[in-house]
C-alpha cells in the first residue's frame, strides 16, 4: 500500500498530538494539586528498571563461544557506563558506545 502525501501528513499529525497528550497528560490530572507519594516513587526507581531491563536485552543473545560473539559487547557496554559516570551525559554514552561497537565488530573482530 503506498500512502499519498495527504495520508503521511495525517498519520505524522496524529502521532505527534497522541505524544503531546501523552507528556501532558500528567500535568493536566496534577494541575494545582501535590503528585502522590507513589507517583513520586515510580519517578525515581521506574527509569532505572527500564535501563537495566533494556541492558538485559540487548546482552541476551551474548555467544561466549568466540571472542567476537561477545568482547565487542562487553566492550561497547563498559564504555557506555563509564562514559556515563565520568560526564554524566546520555547523548555522549550513547553516541560512544555505539561508536565504539560499530567499530569492534566491523574492523576489530572481522
Sequence with gaps: MVLTPTQSII????????????????????????????????????????MATLV?????GISFSSAAGFAPMLIASALTALLHIWKGNTMLSIFGGTVCYMLLVQMVFV
Design 56 to 60: 538485559m536485552y540487548c546482552l541476551k
Design 11 to 50: 498519520i505524522i499529525a496524529i502521532c505527534a498530538l497522541c505524544t503531546l497528550l501523552e507528556r501532558a497528560f500528567p500535568f493536566l490530572i496534577f494541575r494545582g494539586k501535590e503528585v502522590p507519594e507513589i507517583v513520586r516513587y515510580l519517578g525515581r526507581v521506574l527509569p532505572m528498571a527500564i
